[in-house]
C-alpha cells in the first residue's frame, strides 16, 4: 500500500537520492534533470522557488519510505514539462502508482485551456514509452545527436605554440562576436545560433 503526498523543501534531498539512480540507467531515464542527487536537489529547490505552479508528489509506502514521484513545471506558459513518473517495481506497483500519479496531474490542470503536456526520455525507457503512449501521447521531435570528429576540432601543435606566446581573452559576448560563433556552430544543432545568443543573454 501507498499514499501520495504533495512534497516540500525538507523532502528534496530525500528525493534527489531517489531519483538519481533511475537518472543513471538509459532504461529509466527522464529528460531536464540531472544525474546526481546533488544536481537534482538543486534543480528542483530552482523549480520550486521559482515556479510556484510547478508540482510536485511523491508516493510513500506506511514507514514514508519514497516508492515514487513524479512532478510537473511550466517550460513556457503554455506547457507543462512532466518529470517522471519514478517508481520502484516492488511487488509490481510500479503501474498503479504512476496511474495514479497520472490521474491527478491531469485533474489538476484539466480547468486549464490550450495546454500542451511533453515529456522528454530516452528509446531505451520502455515503461514510460509504452505508458505514455496509451495514454495518447505521440512523438513531436527527436534531438539529433552531433559528433563532431577529434581532427576537427583538436588544434594544431603551431596554433598551441602561439597561443602560449600571446593571451587568451576571456570576457562577455558582444554582438560583433556572432559571425564568428555562427561559423563554428554546428549547422545541424537543434538550436541554431540565432536562438541559443538571444536566450543565454
Same mark, same amino acid.
Given at each position: 500500500?501507498?499514499?501520495? +503526498?504533495?512534497?516540500?523543501? %525538507?523532502?528534496?534531498?530525500?528525493?534527489?537520492?531517489?531519483? !538519481?539512480?533511475?537518472?543513471?540507467?538509459?532504461?529509466? &531515464? +527522464?529528460?531536464?534533470?540531472?544525474?546526481?542527487?546533488?544536481?537534482?536537489?538543486?534543480?528542483?529547490?530552482?523549480?520550486?522557488? %521559482?515556479?510556484?505552479?510547478? $508540482? $510536485?508528489?511523491?508516493?510513500?509506502?506506511?514507514?514514508?519510505?519514497?516508492?515514487?514521484?513524479?512532478?510537473?513545471?511550466?517550460?513556457?506558459?503554455?506547457?507543462?514539462?512532466?518529470?517522471?513518473?519514478?517508481?520502484?517495481?516492488?511487488?509490481?506497483?510500479?503501474?498503479?502508482? !504512476?496511474?495514479?500519479? $497520472? %490521474?491527478?496531474?491531469?485533474?489538476? @490542470?484539466?480547468?486549464?485551456?490550450?495546454?500542451? &503536456?511533453?515529456?522528454?526520455?530516452?528509446?531505451?525507457? %520502455?515503461? &514510460?514509452?509504452?505508458?505514455?503512449?496509451?495514454?495518447?501521447?505521440?512523438? @513531436?521531435?527527436?534531438?539529433?545527436?552531433?559528433?563532431?570528429?577529434?581532427?576537427?576540432?583538436?588544434?594544431?601543435?603551431?596554433?598551441?605554440?602561439?597561443?602560449?606566446?600571446?593571451?587568451?581573452?576571456?570576457?562577455?559576448?558582444?554582438?560583433?562576436?556572432?559571425?564568428?560563433?555562427?561559423?563554428?556552430?554546428?549547422?545541424?544543432?537543434?538550436?541554431?545560433?540565432?536562438?541559443?545568443?538571444?536566450?543565454?543573454?
Amino acid at each position: 500500500l501507498f499514499s501520495i +503526498v504533495d512534497t516540500d523543501t %525538507k523532502k528534496i534531498r530525500y528525493i534527489a537520492k531517489f531519483i !538519481s539512480p533511475f537518472q543513471s540507467d538509459n532504461c529509466s &531515464l +527522464v529528460g531536464n534533470f540531472g544525474y546526481s542527487a546533488t544536481e537534482i536537489k538543486n534543480q528542483l529547490k530552482e523549480y520550486m522557488n %521559482k515556479q510556484p505552479q510547478s $508540482f $510536485f508528489q511523491v508516493a510513500q509506502d506506511h514507514s514514508g519510505e519514497i516508492r515514487g514521484f513524479f512532478g510537473v513545471i511550466f517550460s513556457d506558459p503554455n506547457t507543462v514539462r512532466m518529470f517522471g513518473p519514478y517508481a520502484t517495481d516492488m511487488e509490481n506497483e510500479w503501474e498503479e502508482i !504512476s496511474e495514479t500519479f $497520472f %490521474k491527478k496531474i491531469l485533474k489538476k @490542470y484539466q480547468l486549464w485551456k490550450d495546454i500542451k &503536456l511533453r515529456v522528454a526520455f530516452t528509446h531505451k525507457n %520502455k515503461l &514510460l514509452k509504452r505508458f505514455y503512449k496509451a495514454h495518447g501521447f505521440v512523438q @513531436y521531435n527527436a534531438e539529433r545527436l552531433l559528433v563532431l570528429k577529434r581532427h576537427e576540432w583538436q588544434r594544431k601543435r603551431s596554433e598551441i605554440n602561439a597561443l602560449k606566446r600571446g593571451t587568451v581573452e576571456i570576457r562577455p559576448y558582444r554582438d560583433t562576436d556572432f559571425p564568428d560563433f555562427s561559423n563554428i556552430h554546428p549547422q545541424g544543432a537543434y538550436f541554431n545560433a540565432p536562438y541559443i545568443v538571444q536566450n543565454v543573454r
